[in-house]
């Protein structure tokens, strides 16, 4: 192999029924594509680095046959379902003596959503259908828990995405059956669909920049109790970026109104906002946060 292959992307997109497409489980994990050429494996990432030494336990891809390229994602189990702080934690480990250890006592799982190449033949050009037919076969062969075929559906997107968010996974992924495999590109023919969810949240800093506003600091009630749960970064439009410093500066406080170790301008609380998130972390805090907006008018006590 000459050259690492660029992984085939997705769009952003909503749940839907259709015959045409396959539905499968969005794998919480960090994708990797690897391959079995000339005798050695190999195990790379999106941005093409090099990840064959940080999991010395996926060797059994030199069980494949040679010439084969796949695709998938790392996975870490917890409970039945990914763990993608413990995927994490392991895939920055650099030192070969605790990439071994962790690789002995917490191995991953690959889970493997596509074939590229088999025995030196592309298969880029062929639909996704033929490839995952490929695939399967390529995985019931090597008998290899380690090594798992990612299952799906075909018509049923809708329901498949709620019983995936209800089992608390990332998402779903729905390909087009007819679909080529499009090195580095980003396709419509794939769509990943994550759940959004919403929650008012209490402004408590925020930090300066240029536009009037880099990041706000924000709160919620969970439990009972109210935190700090996220620093939002994206979803400021022009009209929030040119209103948000003169309502803040307003407010502005010695102390955080909660714990909070990010730096910033505190402010005192009274100002709120809609803060859209994919997930609650076992910390407590928003997945994917980001500003929705202010509620209009703003409540004018804290929450709780």
Same mark, same amino acid.
């Given at each position: 192999m000459s050259k690492f292959i660029s992984?085939?992307?997705a769009v952003p997109g909503k749940p839907f029924d259709s015959p045409e497409f396959l539905f499968e489980v969005k794998w919480n994990g960090v994708r990797a594509l690897a391959a079995h050429v000339?005798?050695?494996w190999r195990l790379w990432g999106r941005d093409l680095v090099d990840y064959t030494p940080r999991y010395p336990e996926l060797a059994i891809v030199q069980r494949l046959p040679p010439g084969t390229i796949v695709d998938g994602e790392l996975v870490v189990g917890q409970g039945g379902m990914p763990d993608f702080a413990g995927l994490l934690a392991r895939h920055q480990l650099r030192a070969a003596a605790k990439i071994h250890h962790a690789g002995r006592n917490h191995p991953v799982t690959y889970v493997v959503f596509d074939v590229l190449e088999t025995q030196g033949r592309s298969l880029l050009g062929q639909p996704l259908l033929v490839r995952r037919e490929i695939l399967r076969y390529l995985? %019931?062969?090597?008998r290899e828990p380690r090594l798992v075929f990612s299952e799906g559906v075909i018509d049923s997107g809708r329901a498949f995405f709620d019983q995936a968010v209800r089992q608390g996974q990332e998402g779903v992924m729905a390909k087009h059956l007819a679909s080529r495999y499009a090195p580095g590109r980003r396709s419509a023919a794939w769509q990943k669909i994550k759940p959004a969810f919403c929650l008012p949240c209490v402004i408590v800093g925020f930090v300066p920049g240029r536009e009037g506003i880099r990041h706000l600091h924000v709160a919620a009630c969970r439990d009972g109790d109210v935190g700090y749960v996220a620093t939002l970064q994206a979803g400021f439009t022009s009209q929030a970026?040119?209103?948000l410093p003169t309502l803040l500066q307003a407010r502005v406080c010695s102390r955080p109104f909660v714990a909070c170790s990010a730096r910033g301008v505190w402010v005192e609380p009274g100002l709120y906002c809609q803060v859209r998130f994919l997930a609650w972390t076992r910390g407590g805090r928003l997945l994917g946060a980001s500003f929705r907006g202010l509620l %209009?008018?703003?409540?004018?006590?804290p929450p709780g």
């Open positions: 992984p085939m992307l000339s005798g050695a995985v %019931d062969q090597l970026r040119a209103q %209009d008018p703003p409540i004018n006590h």
